[in-house]
């Protein structure tokens, strides 16, 4: 019930103890009454909140490990009117880019073909995969890096088996006059930091190793042998040539 201030102080002293009581006395049975409503209602809550979090778990998507990257070639005009030529990389998080150019060696080398133009690059976005599942490479330059009858937009498979991207071809002066078909531009997207020193010495050997003239050997094949016993270490500034990453 109201109770009016004015109308308390006019109240006999036996009257506000009487009143005072009996609020006091509503009071107590109202919080005798609230009090089990309270637990109840925060059990149901926990109750609730347990299951609810136990059927979301079961609701959510389990990673599945990625199966491709996506390679695109562009070409831009600048303001000063030249043309930029760039091929760019998405591919998962925590996997590292590497390509690299095949062509004939050297005509005072002792083998036919060589690595050229190597390039490699690395991310897992800061650690956080979880909420940002690839990352996107770029390698710019003043000449395209695909020739007529290349695609210019296509995924590539990930893991360690190269795949071949483009047929460009790097010829250095003095080169030797052997089969261009087999050079071209290869990728990699390998799964942590792989390329360290001793891949790409391994990977050098095995290319300096191809034979220009054999009939039947697998030339790809070769190069995924690399993964093999292959210590991964952490070389934050161990890259093979200009290939920047973009967030």
Known sequence: ?????ELQE???PSERESTSSKTTFNLSRACFRFTPLLIFATLTFGVMNCCYDRSLQKKLPHPH???HG????????????EIEYSREFTVPCDYGILVFNVGPAAETESYHYEIYQDAYVFSN???MCWAYPTYRGIQRGPFPFWVTGDPTSFDVPVGMNPVKISHRVVKPKNAKNVSITRGGDYLIIGHHKFYTPEFYHRLKATINGWDAYADHQDYEGSIATLSANITVVDLDNWYGGDLEVLF
């Open 70 to 81: 996506h390679v695109s070639y562009q070409a831009t005009l600048q303001k000063n009117e």
């Open 125 to 127: 976005n800061k650690k």
């Open 65 to 67: 490990p990625p199966h």
């Open 10 to 12: 006019h109240l006999l």
């Open 1 to 5: 019930m109201f109770q009016d201030a």
